[in-house]
């Protein structure tokens, strides 16, 4: 079982940065896939950023503001966000994804709100 400690979320005014972070712990395990959705009240869950081994990518609306990174020897993914706005409000669920798996583990999720 993928163990997770998420950090980082908070309140924050618009134009402000948060950085998030989210280790998961498995040992003898590489994650390929890691990364970040988010969902918003009365929303679906979407993707915000994801990294493939060292490939990333990014959801159209946070392009330019979010950057995604992940340290393999700790198991930990981060999300720096900045120039954040109002619309980027939600729970952020970072995810994990085993080399050679289909299978998504998530993390419990941390609350982000951008409001003046």
């Known amino acids: 079982q993928v163990q997770f400690v998420e950090s980082g979320g908070g309140l924050v005014q618009p134009g402000g940065s948060l950085r998030l972070s989210c280790a998961a712990s498995?040992?003898?395990?590489?994650?390929?896939?890691m990364g970040w959705y988010r969902q918003a009240p009365g929303s679906q869950r979407d993707l915000v950023a994801m990294?493939?081994?060292?490939?990333?990518n990014y959801a159209d609306g946070v392009k330019g503001r979010f950057t995604i990174s992940r340290d393999n020897g700790k198991n930990t993914v981060y999300l720096q966000m900045d120039s954040l706005k109002p619309e980027d409000t939600a729970i952020y669920y970072c995810?994990?994804?085993?080399?050679?798996?289909?299978?998504?583990?998530w993390g419990q999720g941390t609350q982000v709100t951008v409001s003046s």
């Open positions: 995810f994990v994804r085993p080399f050679g798996s289909n299978t998504n583990y």
């Open positions: 498995e040992s003898g395990v590489y994650f390929y896939s």
């Open positions: 990294v493939n081994g060292g490939s990333p």
